[in-house]
């Protein structure tokens, strides 16, 4: 077994209607996950699948056989490890953030992708022809971002008393819509905004100190694979350069960070373990709508709060789903 490679095994399935059973009948259907990031995170992220896959039927050992390939961070690794997956034979491919499914998608146009993407918007960028029916090989799991962007923004003045000028941290293999969204609600509520880009891992703490340069009053971390992986580094360097600051995800405000608000990602994972489970029981990417986030939680730290001299209004620590005291 290679050092990136591991595979979890759920059962045989011969009898299942899936078109590659029928070439292939002696061994249960093969599901690639790509992993943009490390080996050790992909793991836990493996176990949502597969509780997906069992909500939906699969939950006898030796249904299906997941292969996962994690990239460590290095993009560069995406294209051969998307060649490899399909080389081993793979019936359905789940890559993760949309540069991952876009190596996904230059490589394969008939195998089915189940792809979990909270930066892009599906239709606009041609993912999809629509999320009711996404009419090719495509489909997965998808953020609504714009609509999300104004609730961050809102979160931030009520946290943050006299709210001005905001620093914005921008992955660049995501879509801009992210950034076009925040931009059209910080100029809303009369807040400025500076994006800084965040290309790699190693680039944190670097991107951090620029970001402190700027003198801002906050800081928002955009959604992207990077935020995700890494909340943990990228909330001990808000504290590091007291910077009140929100994510998407709640690792980040468990770690230290101010707060999150974001969609409860492991019922998001689960969600494209379970559209995976569809698929190999014979349903078509093109006719299987898109999911959707049906769950948000708000995180704060209220012991961040206190070190950032910041004071947490009642209203809002009673809106949160979970308060780190």
Do not use: C
Not at 40 to 66: C, H, K, M, Y
Not at 173 to 190: D, E, F, L, W, Y
Not at 264 to 278: F, I, Q, T
Not at 280 to 298: I, S, V, Y
């Amino acid at each position: 077994m290679r050092r990136r490679e591991f595979i979890t095994f759920l059962g045989a399935a011969a009898s299942w209607p899936l078109a590659a059973r029928a070439q292939q009948p002696e061994r249960p259907p093969r599901i690639g996950f790509l992993f943009p990031g490390p080996e050790a995170v992909a793991v836990g992220r493996n176990a949502l699948l597969l509780e997906g896959l069992r909500s939906v039927g699969f939950d006898t050992p030796g249904q299906a056989i997941l292969i996962t390939r994690a990239t460590g961070g290095d993009p560069a690794r995406l294209a051969p490890m998307v060649a490899d997956l399909i080389a081993s034979g793979i019936d359905v491919l789940v890559p993760l953030g949309p540069q991952t499914v876009r190596a996904a998608r230059a490589v394969t146009s008939t195998i089915p992708i189940v792809t979990f993407d909270l930066e892009s918007d599906p239709v606009e960028s041609g993912l999809l022809a629509s999320l009711a029916r996404p009419g090719g090989n495509v489909t997965g799991v998808f953020l609504d971002f714009p609509n999300f962007s104004t609730v961050w923004l809102q979160l931030l003045k009520e946290a943050v008393p006299g709210l001005a000028k905001l620093v914005v941290l921008w992955d660049p293999s995501t879509a801009t819509v992210q950034t076009t969204a925040v931009a059209a609600a910080a100029k809303r509520i009369n807040v400025a905004i500076e994006v800084l880009q965040v290309e790699a891992a190693g680039d944190l703490g670097a991107v951090f100190e620029a970001a402190s340069g700027r003198h801002p009053d906050a800081l928002l971390l955009l959604s992207s694979p990077i935020m995700s992986v890494f909340s943990k580094q990228m909330a001990e360097l808000t504290l590091q350069y007291r910077l009140p600051a929100i994510s998407l995800f709640a690792n980040f405000a468990r770690s230290g960070g101010l707060m999150a608000y974001g969609p409860d990602l492991d019922a998001l994972y689960r969600k494209a373990g379970a559209l995976v489970g569809k698929v190999l029981k014979g349903a078509h990417p093109a006719d299987l709508a898109a999911e959707r986030p049906d769950r948000f939680e708000l995180v704060l730290n209220v012991k961040t709060a206190t070190a950032l001299g910041l004071a947490i209004p009642n209203l809002l620590l009673a809106r949160a789903d979970e308060v780190i005291e």
